[in-house]
Protein backbone atom coordinates (compact mmCIF):
# COMPACT_ATOMS: atom_id res chain seq x y z
CA UNK A 1 0.00 0.00 0.00
CA UNK A 2 2.86 2.63 0.66
CA UNK A 3 4.54 1.95 -2.87
CA UNK A 4 0.19 2.72 -4.60
CA UNK A 5 0.39 5.98 -2.10
CA UNK A 6 3.60 7.10 -3.34
CA UNK A 7 2.73 6.62 -6.60
CA UNK A 8 -0.51 8.63 -6.73
CA UNK A 9 1.42 11.87 -4.81
CA UNK A 10 3.78 11.31 -7.47
CA UNK A 11 0.90 11.87 -10.66
CA UNK A 12 -0.50 14.18 -8.39
CA UNK A 13 2.72 16.18 -8.29
CA UNK A 14 2.46 15.19 -12.37
CA UNK A 15 -1.37 17.08 -12.80
CA UNK A 16 -0.73 20.35 -10.56
CA UNK A 17 2.56 20.56 -12.92
CA UNK A 18 0.12 20.68 -15.96
CA UNK A 19 -2.49 22.64 -14.20
CA UNK A 20 0.19 25.50 -13.64
CA UNK A 21 1.16 25.73 -17.14
CA UNK A 22 -2.28 26.50 -18.35
CA UNK A 23 -2.57 29.19 -15.26
CA UNK A 24 0.36 30.60 -16.52
CA UNK A 25 -0.71 30.92 -20.03
CA UNK A 26 -3.82 32.75 -18.74
CA UNK A 27 -1.77 34.76 -16.93
CA UNK A 28 -0.46 35.87 -20.39
CA UNK A 29 -3.75 36.67 -21.77
CA UNK A 30 -4.24 39.02 -18.77
CA UNK A 31 -0.68 40.26 -19.01
CA UNK A 32 -0.68 44.11 -20.06
CA UNK A 33 0.97 43.20 -23.30
CA UNK A 34 -2.49 42.21 -24.49
CA UNK A 35 -4.43 44.88 -25.02
CA UNK A 36 -8.24 43.33 -24.80
CA UNK A 37 -8.89 39.83 -24.07
CA UNK A 38 -10.33 37.63 -27.15
CA UNK A 39 -13.39 35.82 -26.78
CA UNK A 40 -11.54 32.34 -27.24
CA UNK A 41 -9.52 33.66 -24.08
CA UNK A 42 -12.70 34.50 -22.27
CA UNK A 43 -14.20 31.28 -22.98
CA UNK A 44 -11.23 28.67 -22.08
CA UNK A 45 -10.47 31.15 -18.73
CA UNK A 46 -14.42 30.69 -17.72
CA UNK A 47 -14.46 27.05 -18.28
CA UNK A 48 -10.88 25.95 -16.54
CA UNK A 49 -11.74 24.92 -13.17
CA UNK A 50 -10.01 21.86 -12.07
CA UNK A 51 -12.06 21.20 -8.31
CA UNK A 52 -10.04 21.29 -5.29
CA UNK A 53 -10.27 18.15 -3.39
CA UNK A 54 -10.92 17.20 0.65
CA UNK A 55 -8.09 16.82 2.61
CA UNK A 56 -9.31 13.16 3.40
CA UNK A 57 -9.92 11.84 -0.23
CA UNK A 58 -8.76 8.67 -1.46
CA UNK A 59 -5.66 10.36 -3.56
CA UNK A 60 -6.64 7.59 -6.28
CA UNK A 61 -9.94 9.19 -6.38
CA UNK A 62 -8.83 12.46 -6.63
CA UNK A 63 -6.34 11.60 -9.52
CA UNK A 64 -8.91 9.82 -11.81
CA UNK A 65 -11.25 12.97 -11.14
CA UNK A 66 -8.71 15.96 -11.68
CA UNK A 67 -7.48 13.77 -14.90
CA UNK A 68 -11.00 13.44 -16.26
CA UNK A 69 -11.72 17.39 -16.06
CA UNK A 70 -8.19 17.93 -17.65
CA UNK A 71 -9.36 15.89 -21.00
CA UNK A 72 -12.79 17.38 -20.81
CA UNK A 73 -10.94 21.15 -20.25
CA UNK A 74 -8.19 19.47 -23.14
CA UNK A 75 -11.38 18.84 -25.78
CA UNK A 76 -13.09 22.05 -25.16
CA UNK A 77 -9.95 23.86 -26.00
CA UNK A 78 -9.71 21.58 -29.27
CA UNK A 79 -13.28 22.56 -29.77
CA UNK A 80 -12.63 26.77 -29.35
CA UNK A 81 -9.00 26.26 -31.49
CA UNK A 82 -10.27 24.12 -34.39
CA UNK A 83 -14.30 23.95 -34.08
CA UNK A 84 -15.83 26.90 -33.16
CA UNK A 85 -14.16 29.26 -35.26
CA UNK A 86 -15.08 29.83 -38.59
CA UNK A 87 -11.53 29.81 -39.42
CA UNK A 88 -10.45 26.83 -37.69
CA UNK A 89 -11.32 23.96 -40.63
CA UNK A 90 -8.91 22.97 -43.17
CA UNK A 91 -7.51 26.62 -43.41
CA UNK A 92 -4.58 27.07 -41.63
CA UNK A 93 -3.21 29.48 -38.97
CA UNK A 94 -3.92 32.19 -41.16
CA UNK A 95 -7.49 30.87 -40.81
CA UNK A 96 -7.25 32.13 -37.02
CA UNK A 97 -6.66 35.92 -38.25
CA UNK A 98 -10.49 36.03 -37.70
CA UNK A 99 -12.86 35.48 -34.56
CA UNK A 100 -16.18 34.17 -34.90
CA UNK A 101 -18.05 37.49 -36.05
CA UNK A 102 -15.69 38.35 -38.84
CA UNK A 103 -13.61 40.63 -37.50
CA UNK A 104 -9.79 39.80 -38.42
CA UNK A 105 -7.65 39.51 -35.23
CA UNK A 106 -4.53 41.76 -34.29
CA UNK A 107 -1.33 40.37 -33.99
CA UNK A 108 -1.32 40.38 -29.97
CA UNK A 109 -4.45 37.86 -30.33
CA UNK A 110 -2.99 35.91 -32.95
CA UNK A 111 0.25 35.46 -30.84
CA UNK A 112 -1.70 34.70 -28.01
CA UNK A 113 -3.45 31.92 -29.81
CA UNK A 114 -0.47 30.45 -31.08
CA UNK A 115 0.93 30.41 -27.58
CA UNK A 116 -2.30 28.82 -26.01
CA UNK A 117 -2.08 25.81 -29.07
CA UNK A 118 1.95 25.30 -27.82
CA UNK A 119 0.64 24.80 -24.03
CA UNK A 120 -2.37 22.79 -25.71
CA UNK A 121 0.43 20.33 -27.26
CA UNK A 122 2.15 20.18 -23.98
CA UNK A 123 -1.10 19.34 -21.72
CA UNK A 124 -1.86 16.14 -24.19
CA UNK A 125 1.27 15.08 -23.76
CA UNK A 126 1.69 15.57 -19.88
CA UNK A 127 -2.15 13.99 -19.90
CA UNK A 128 -0.87 10.92 -21.92
CA UNK A 129 1.82 10.88 -19.02
CA UNK A 130 -0.96 10.92 -16.78
CA UNK A 131 -2.94 8.08 -18.03
CA UNK A 132 -0.02 5.69 -18.15
CA UNK A 133 1.29 6.91 -14.66
CA UNK A 134 -2.21 6.07 -13.32
CA UNK A 135 -2.71 2.69 -15.47
CA UNK A 136 0.42 1.68 -13.10
CA UNK A 137 -1.19 3.36 -10.11
CA UNK A 138 -4.32 1.18 -10.78
CA UNK A 139 -2.36 -2.21 -11.38
CA UNK A 140 -0.63 -1.07 -8.09
CA UNK A 141 -4.16 -0.90 -6.72
CA UNK A 142 -5.54 -4.47 -8.07
CA UNK A 143 -1.76 -5.97 -6.71
CA UNK A 144 -2.63 -4.65 -3.32
CA UNK A 145 -6.68 -5.47 -2.75
CA UNK A 146 -5.04 -9.20 -4.53
CA UNK A 147 -2.40 -8.85 -1.31
CA UNK A 148 -5.74 -8.10 0.72
CA UNK A 149 -7.63 -11.02 -0.69
CA UNK A 150 -4.69 -13.20 0.32
CA UNK A 151 -4.73 -12.41 3.49
CA UNK A 152 -8.25 -12.56 4.27
CA UNK A 153 -8.23 -15.88 3.04
CA UNK A 154 -5.11 -16.57 5.42
CA UNK A 155 -6.92 -15.90 7.71
CA UNK A 156 -10.05 -18.04 6.94
CA UNK A 157 -7.13 -20.49 7.37
CA UNK A 158 -6.22 -19.94 10.42
CA UNK A 159 -9.65 -19.19 12.32
CA UNK A 160 -10.40 -22.98 10.53
CA UNK A 161 -7.70 -24.40 12.08
CA UNK A 162 -7.91 -22.67 15.69
CA UNK A 163 -11.61 -24.05 15.20
CA UNK A 164 -9.87 -27.66 14.49
CA UNK A 165 -7.69 -27.24 17.35
CA UNK A 166 -10.85 -26.55 19.89
CA UNK A 167 -12.72 -29.67 18.24
CA UNK A 168 -9.22 -31.87 18.67
CA UNK A 169 -9.11 -30.39 22.62
CA UNK A 170 -12.44 -31.27 23.00
CA UNK A 171 -12.71 -34.59 21.76
CA UNK A 172 -9.01 -35.29 23.70
CA UNK A 173 -10.92 -34.10 26.91
CA UNK A 174 -13.96 -36.65 26.11
CA UNK A 175 -11.70 -39.40 25.73
CA UNK A 176 -9.79 -38.52 28.76
CA UNK A 177 -12.94 -38.96 30.78
CA UNK A 178 -13.76 -41.79 29.25
CA UNK A 179 -10.72 -43.58 30.35
CA UNK A 180 -11.08 -42.16 33.34
CA UNK A 181 -14.81 -43.51 34.24
CA UNK A 182 -13.13 -46.79 32.55
CA UNK A 183 -10.41 -47.28 35.24
CA UNK A 184 -12.37 -46.15 37.85
CA UNK A 185 -15.09 -48.64 37.22
CA UNK A 186 -12.18 -51.46 36.11
CA UNK A 187 -10.87 -50.97 39.68
CA UNK A 188 -14.41 -51.24 41.81
CA UNK A 189 -14.63 -54.01 39.60
CA UNK A 190 -11.56 -55.67 40.99
CA UNK A 191 -12.08 -54.56 44.30
CA UNK A 192 -16.18 -56.34 43.70
CA UNK A 193 -14.80 -59.55 42.27
CA UNK A 194 -12.16 -60.33 44.58
CA UNK A 195 -13.72 -60.02 47.43
CA UNK A 196 -16.85 -62.33 46.30
CA UNK A 197 -14.34 -64.77 44.91
CA UNK A 198 -11.45 -64.49 48.06
CA UNK A 199 -13.23 -62.93 51.34
CA UNK A 200 -11.77 -59.89 51.16
CA UNK A 201 -11.53 -56.69 49.17
CA UNK A 202 -9.10 -56.10 46.76
CA UNK A 203 -6.36 -52.59 47.67
CA UNK A 204 -4.70 -51.28 45.24
CA UNK A 205 -2.28 -49.78 47.36
CA UNK A 206 -0.79 -52.70 48.37
CA UNK A 207 0.67 -56.37 46.32
CA UNK A 208 -1.48 -59.05 46.10
CA UNK A 209 1.30 -61.62 47.58
CA UNK A 210 -1.38 -63.88 49.67
CA UNK A 211 -3.54 -64.12 47.11
CA UNK A 212 -1.13 -64.22 44.10
CA UNK A 213 0.24 -67.76 46.51
CA UNK A 214 -3.32 -69.97 45.44
CA UNK A 215 -3.69 -68.34 41.70
CA UNK A 216 -3.71 -70.15 38.73
CA UNK A 217 -4.82 -69.75 35.15
CA UNK A 218 -8.23 -70.25 34.50
CA UNK A 219 -8.45 -71.58 31.08
CA UNK A 220 -11.66 -73.26 29.62
CA UNK A 221 -12.04 -74.76 25.98
CA UNK A 222 -13.68 -72.31 23.33
CA UNK A 223 -16.65 -74.58 22.52
CA UNK A 224 -17.26 -76.16 18.81
CA UNK A 225 -20.40 -76.03 16.87
CA UNK A 226 -21.34 -78.02 13.79
CA UNK A 227 -22.05 -75.11 11.00
CA UNK A 228 -24.17 -77.24 9.39
CA UNK A 229 -26.84 -78.16 12.85
CA UNK A 230 -26.31 -74.19 13.66
CA UNK A 231 -29.22 -71.54 12.53
CA UNK A 232 -28.32 -67.79 12.48
CA UNK A 233 -31.21 -67.38 15.37
CA UNK A 234 -29.32 -69.68 18.03
CA UNK A 235 -25.62 -68.94 17.08
CA UNK A 236 -26.80 -65.15 17.99
CA UNK A 237 -29.05 -65.48 21.10
CA UNK A 238 -26.30 -68.63 22.68
CA UNK A 239 -23.01 -66.86 22.05
CA UNK A 240 -23.45 -63.53 20.43
CA UNK A 241 -25.92 -61.93 22.82
CA UNK A 242 -24.09 -64.20 26.20
CA UNK A 243 -20.40 -62.13 24.95
CA UNK A 244 -19.40 -66.03 24.44
CA UNK A 245 -16.50 -67.54 21.70
CA UNK A 246 -17.20 -70.31 19.81
CA UNK A 247 -15.79 -72.23 16.48
CA UNK A 248 -17.94 -73.17 13.86
CA UNK A 249 -16.60 -76.26 11.87
CA UNK A 250 -18.20 -77.45 8.32
CA UNK A 251 -18.91 -74.46 6.45
CA UNK A 252 -15.97 -73.84 4.13
CA UNK A 253 -17.84 -75.18 1.01
CA UNK A 254 -20.82 -72.11 1.45
CA UNK A 255 -17.56 -69.76 1.65
CA UNK A 256 -15.36 -70.22 -1.46
CA UNK A 257 -16.36 -70.73 -4.65
CA UNK A 258 -12.34 -72.03 -5.62
CA UNK A 259 -10.08 -72.70 -3.96
CA UNK A 260 -7.94 -70.42 -2.07
CA UNK A 261 -4.20 -71.64 -1.65
CA UNK A 262 -0.89 -69.75 -1.46
CA UNK A 263 -0.44 -70.06 -5.31
CA UNK A 264 -4.41 -68.59 -5.54
CA UNK A 265 -3.57 -65.34 -3.82
CA UNK A 266 -0.05 -65.09 -5.80
CA UNK A 267 -1.98 -64.88 -8.63
CA UNK A 268 -4.48 -62.56 -7.61
CA UNK A 269 -2.25 -60.34 -5.11
CA UNK A 270 1.42 -60.92 -6.38
CA UNK A 271 2.15 -58.01 -7.93
CA UNK A 272 1.11 -55.74 -5.01
CA UNK A 273 3.73 -54.52 -2.43
CA UNK A 274 3.06 -54.16 1.14
CA UNK A 275 5.30 -53.30 4.44
CA UNK A 276 5.20 -56.72 6.56
CA UNK A 277 4.60 -56.81 9.88
CA UNK A 278 6.86 -58.21 13.00
CA UNK A 279 5.92 -59.28 17.21
CA UNK A 280 8.12 -57.35 19.41
CA UNK A 281 7.27 -58.25 23.52
CA UNK A 282 9.14 -55.12 24.40
CA UNK A 283 6.72 -52.89 21.97
CA UNK A 284 3.90 -51.29 23.49
CA UNK A 285 2.00 -50.82 20.65
CA UNK A 286 -1.20 -52.61 19.08
CA UNK A 287 -0.87 -56.36 19.19
CA UNK A 288 3.25 -55.53 20.09
CA UNK A 289 3.43 -55.02 16.18
CA UNK A 290 5.72 -53.30 14.21
CA UNK A 291 6.23 -52.34 10.79
CA UNK A 292 8.65 -52.84 8.12
CA UNK A 293 10.01 -49.60 6.37
CA UNK A 294 10.47 -50.72 2.96
CA UNK A 295 7.72 -52.37 0.89
CA UNK A 296 8.43 -56.47 0.30
CA UNK A 297 6.39 -57.64 -2.77
CA UNK A 298 3.89 -59.90 -1.85
CA UNK A 299 4.48 -62.56 -4.60
CA UNK A 300 8.01 -63.14 -3.15
CA UNK A 301 6.94 -63.11 -0.03
CA UNK A 302 4.17 -66.09 -0.74
CA UNK A 303 7.39 -67.98 -2.19
CA UNK A 304 9.92 -67.16 0.98
CA UNK A 305 6.36 -68.76 3.21
CA UNK A 306 6.15 -71.78 1.01
CA UNK A 307 10.08 -72.14 1.60
CA UNK A 308 9.63 -71.52 5.22
CA UNK A 309 12.21 -68.72 5.41
CA UNK A 310 9.75 -65.80 6.10
CA UNK A 311 10.64 -65.80 9.38
CA UNK A 312 9.10 -63.12 11.56
CA UNK A 313 7.54 -61.83 8.62
CA UNK A 314 4.14 -61.48 8.65
CA UNK A 315 0.85 -60.21 6.14
CA UNK A 316 -1.29 -59.34 8.94
CA UNK A 317 -4.39 -57.50 8.56
CA UNK A 318 -4.18 -57.03 4.85
CA UNK A 319 -7.46 -55.56 3.22
CA UNK A 320 -8.41 -57.64 0.39
CA UNK A 321 -10.87 -55.20 -1.05
CA UNK A 322 -8.17 -52.66 -1.00
CA UNK A 323 -5.74 -54.66 -2.27
CA UNK A 324 -6.75 -57.28 -4.30
CA UNK A 325 -10.77 -57.34 -4.77
CA UNK A 326 -10.71 -59.97 -7.45
CA UNK A 327 -10.42 -62.37 -4.81
CA UNK A 328 -13.78 -61.57 -3.74
CA UNK A 329 -15.80 -62.53 -6.87
CA UNK A 330 -15.45 -66.43 -5.33
CA UNK A 331 -16.33 -65.60 -1.91
CA UNK A 332 -19.56 -65.75 0.14
CA UNK A 333 -20.20 -64.11 3.43
CA UNK A 334 -21.45 -66.35 6.36
CA UNK A 335 -24.95 -65.75 7.64
CA UNK A 336 -23.50 -65.40 11.07
CA UNK A 337 -21.82 -62.11 10.18
CA UNK A 338 -23.51 -61.01 7.39
CA UNK A 339 -25.78 -58.60 9.38
CA UNK A 340 -22.52 -56.49 9.52
CA UNK A 341 -24.35 -52.45 10.39
CA UNK A 342 -20.87 -51.11 8.79
CA UNK A 343 -22.52 -51.95 5.17
CA UNK A 344 -25.63 -50.17 6.34
CA UNK A 345 -24.14 -46.64 6.61
CA UNK A 346 -23.65 -45.53 2.86
CA UNK A 347 -20.21 -44.37 0.78
CA UNK A 348 -20.21 -40.58 1.26
CA UNK A 349 -20.94 -40.32 5.40
CA UNK A 350 -17.65 -42.63 5.18
CA UNK A 351 -15.60 -40.64 3.17
CA UNK A 352 -12.82 -41.02 0.55
CA UNK A 353 -11.24 -43.91 1.87
CA UNK A 354 -14.41 -45.97 3.00
CA UNK A 355 -13.45 -46.30 6.19
CA UNK A 356 -14.13 -49.90 7.92
CA UNK A 357 -16.76 -50.54 5.13
CA UNK A 358 -13.92 -50.91 2.97
CA UNK A 359 -11.17 -52.19 5.29
CA UNK A 360 -12.55 -55.89 5.70
CA UNK A 361 -11.90 -58.98 4.65
CA UNK A 362 -8.24 -59.07 5.84
CA UNK A 363 -5.71 -61.69 4.61
CA UNK A 364 -3.13 -63.14 7.00
CA UNK A 365 -0.06 -65.14 6.11
CA UNK A 366 2.92 -66.30 7.68
CA UNK A 367 5.18 -68.98 8.99
CA UNK A 368 5.70 -70.83 12.32
CA UNK A 369 7.80 -68.12 13.98
CA UNK A 370 4.84 -65.09 13.42
CA UNK A 371 2.40 -64.34 16.43
CA UNK A 372 0.66 -61.40 18.27
CA UNK A 373 0.28 -59.96 21.33
CA UNK A 374 -2.83 -59.25 23.73
CA UNK A 375 -5.22 -56.36 22.62
CA UNK A 376 -8.79 -55.48 21.79
CA UNK A 377 -9.76 -54.65 18.23
CA UNK A 378 -10.86 -51.33 17.10
CA UNK A 379 -14.37 -50.06 17.88
CA UNK A 380 -15.07 -52.62 20.15
CA UNK A 381 -16.33 -54.34 16.85
CA UNK A 382 -17.30 -58.24 17.37
CA UNK A 383 -14.95 -60.11 14.98
CA UNK A 384 -14.51 -63.39 13.25
CA UNK A 385 -11.76 -65.59 11.80
CA UNK A 386 -11.61 -68.64 8.97
CA UNK A 387 -8.18 -71.04 9.05
CA UNK A 388 -7.81 -71.67 5.57
CA UNK A 389 -4.29 -73.19 6.48
CA UNK A 390 -2.17 -73.88 9.32
CA UNK A 391 -2.95 -74.00 12.97
CA UNK A 392 -3.31 -71.54 14.82
CA UNK A 393 -3.59 -70.87 18.31
CA UNK A 394 -6.02 -68.68 20.47
CA UNK A 395 -6.68 -67.36 23.53
CA UNK A 396 -9.81 -64.89 24.52
CA UNK A 397 -11.09 -63.04 27.50
CA UNK A 398 -14.05 -61.60 27.07
CA UNK A 399 -15.27 -57.90 28.24
CA UNK A 400 -16.07 -58.63 31.82
CA UNK A 401 -13.09 -60.41 32.45
CA UNK A 402 -10.85 -57.68 30.10
CA UNK A 403 -9.96 -55.54 33.85
CA UNK A 404 -8.35 -58.21 35.23
CA UNK A 405 -5.30 -58.40 32.62
CA UNK A 406 -3.71 -55.00 33.75
CA UNK A 407 -4.72 -52.76 30.74
CA UNK A 408 -2.54 -49.60 30.10
CA UNK A 409 -5.10 -46.88 30.74
CA UNK A 410 -6.15 -44.92 27.55
CA UNK A 411 -4.78 -48.11 25.42
CA UNK A 412 -6.15 -51.14 23.95
CA UNK A 413 -2.98 -52.99 25.17
CA UNK A 414 -1.42 -54.70 28.45
CA UNK A 415 1.24 -55.30 30.86
CA UNK A 416 0.86 -58.67 29.85
CA UNK A 417 2.99 -59.81 26.87
CA UNK A 418 1.62 -63.78 26.73
CA UNK A 419 -1.10 -64.82 28.05
CA UNK A 420 -0.41 -68.16 27.45
CA UNK A 421 2.51 -68.27 29.97
CA UNK A 422 1.71 -65.71 32.33
CA UNK A 423 2.86 -65.51 36.22
CA UNK A 424 0.23 -65.03 38.78
CA UNK A 425 2.60 -64.35 40.95
CA UNK A 426 3.60 -61.00 38.85
CA UNK A 427 0.21 -60.27 37.85
CA UNK A 428 -1.94 -62.08 40.18
CA UNK A 429 -5.61 -60.44 38.74
CA UNK A 430 -5.15 -62.73 35.83
CA UNK A 431 -6.41 -65.71 37.80
CA UNK A 432 -9.78 -64.18 38.38
CA UNK A 433 -10.41 -63.70 34.47
CA UNK A 434 -11.21 -66.46 32.41
CA UNK A 435 -9.00 -67.44 29.53
CA UNK A 436 -10.62 -69.11 26.37
CA UNK A 437 -8.32 -71.26 24.53
CA UNK A 438 -8.68 -73.31 21.17
CA UNK A 439 -6.47 -74.22 18.43
CA UNK A 440 -7.72 -73.13 15.17
CA UNK A 441 -7.70 -75.90 12.46
CA UNK A 442 -7.92 -75.85 8.10
CA UNK A 443 -11.79 -75.02 7.78
CA UNK A 444 -12.55 -73.90 10.99
CA UNK A 445 -13.96 -70.36 11.96
CA UNK A 446 -13.68 -68.67 15.33
CA UNK A 447 -16.08 -65.86 16.52
CA UNK A 448 -14.59 -63.01 19.09
CA UNK A 449 -16.78 -61.11 20.82
CA UNK A 450 -16.66 -56.93 20.90
CA UNK A 451 -14.76 -55.74 23.44
CA UNK A 452 -12.70 -59.08 24.57
CA UNK A 453 -9.09 -58.86 24.81
CA UNK A 454 -7.06 -61.84 22.43
CA UNK A 455 -3.84 -63.26 21.40
CA UNK A 456 -2.43 -65.74 18.67
CA UNK A 457 0.43 -67.44 18.13
CA UNK A 458 0.84 -69.74 15.32
CA UNK A 459 1.93 -73.10 15.13
CA UNK A 460 3.31 -73.48 11.46
CA UNK A 461 2.57 -71.89 7.91
CA UNK A 462 -1.00 -70.27 7.94
CA UNK A 463 -3.71 -68.12 5.99
CA UNK A 464 -6.57 -67.18 7.00
CA UNK A 465 -9.17 -64.45 6.95
CA UNK A 466 -11.30 -62.38 9.15
CA UNK A 467 -13.41 -59.41 9.33
CA UNK A 468 -14.66 -57.31 11.72
CA UNK A 469 -18.49 -56.07 12.31
CA UNK A 470 -21.13 -54.32 14.35
CA UNK A 471 -24.59 -55.70 14.80
CA UNK A 472 -27.16 -55.26 17.66
CA UNK A 473 -25.36 -56.59 20.51
CA UNK A 474 -22.41 -54.48 20.45
CA UNK A 475 -23.85 -51.48 18.68
CA UNK A 476 -23.81 -49.50 21.46
CA UNK A 477 -20.52 -50.12 22.88
CA UNK A 478 -19.55 -49.69 19.23
CA UNK A 479 -20.89 -46.13 18.40
CA UNK A 480 -19.71 -44.69 21.71
CA UNK A 481 -15.93 -45.31 20.23
CA UNK A 482 -17.14 -44.31 16.78
CA UNK A 483 -17.61 -41.12 18.46
CA UNK A 484 -14.10 -40.34 18.90
CA UNK A 485 -12.59 -41.83 15.83
CA UNK A 486 -15.74 -41.51 12.97
CA UNK A 487 -18.05 -38.73 14.35
CA UNK A 488 -19.84 -38.56 11.00
CA UNK A 489 -20.46 -42.29 11.34
CA UNK A 490 -21.66 -42.13 14.66
CA UNK A 491 -24.36 -39.57 14.16
CA UNK A 492 -25.97 -41.39 11.32
CA UNK A 493 -25.90 -44.65 13.04
CA UNK A 494 -27.19 -43.42 16.68
CA UNK A 495 -29.91 -41.69 14.66
CA UNK A 496 -33.82 -43.26 15.09
CA UNK A 497 -34.32 -43.70 11.12
CA UNK A 498 -31.07 -45.95 11.54
CA UNK A 499 -32.16 -49.78 11.13
CA UNK A 500 -30.51 -52.06 14.16
CA UNK A 501 -32.51 -54.27 14.03
CA UNK A 502 -30.86 -58.11 12.52
CA UNK A 503 -33.52 -60.88 10.52
CA UNK A 504 -34.12 -64.63 12.36
CA UNK A 505 -33.72 -66.28 8.76
CA UNK A 506 -30.38 -64.30 7.93
CA UNK A 507 -28.80 -65.95 4.94
CA UNK A 508 -25.51 -66.60 3.45
CA UNK A 509 -24.55 -63.30 1.19
CA UNK A 510 -22.36 -63.61 -1.79
CA UNK A 511 -20.02 -60.27 -1.56
CA UNK A 512 -22.16 -58.36 -4.04
CA UNK A 513 -25.14 -58.55 -2.18
CA UNK A 514 -23.28 -58.63 1.06
CA UNK A 515 -22.77 -54.79 -0.31
CA UNK A 516 -25.42 -53.84 -0.65
CA UNK A 517 -28.22 -52.12 1.25
CA UNK A 518 -30.96 -52.22 1.79
CA UNK A 519 -32.16 -55.77 1.00
CA UNK A 520 -35.75 -56.28 -0.10
CA UNK A 521 -36.23 -59.35 1.28
CA UNK A 522 -34.98 -58.59 4.75
CA UNK A 523 -37.17 -58.62 7.87
CA UNK A 524 -35.77 -57.30 11.17
CA UNK A 525 -37.96 -59.56 13.87
CA UNK A 526 -35.33 -60.77 15.56
CA UNK A 527 -34.46 -57.39 17.18
Avoid at 9 to 34: M, Q
Avoid at 72 to 79: D, E
Avoid at 196 to 209: C, E, H, N, Q
Avoid at 371 to 382: P, T
Amino acid sequence: MNLQTALVSGVTLLLASVTINLLVTLYIFNSPSSPSETPIVTTFKRDLSIPTPPKDSDPYVVLTDQLRVLQLQNKKLQQLLYSDHPGGRGRGWSGLMEDNTGVRLNVNEHTDVLKLQSELRFAQNQIGRLSGDLNKANEQREQSQQRIYKLENENEDIERELRMTRRNLENEQIKQNMYVSRLEFDIDKLRRATEAKYGFRYSIDGPLTDLAANLTRNVSPIPRVDGRQLSYKEFYLKYVKNQKPVIITNYFSRMFSTNWTLDEISYHCGHRNTCLQHFDPNRNSWGNLYSDKNETNVGEFIERVKSNSAGSSYLFDWSIPRNCPSLLKSYTVPKYFATDFFQRVPDPIWGETGGYKYTWPSLFIGGGETRSGLHVDAVNSHFWMAMILGHKRWGVVTPDDVPFLYPNPGQNTFLIDDIFDVDPRIYPLVGIAKIWEAVLEPGDMIFVPGGSAHQIRNLDTIMSMSMNFIDAENFERSTNMLRLTRPAVQRYMIHPSFPKGVPSNQKDLHWEEFKTFPRDDEVYDLF
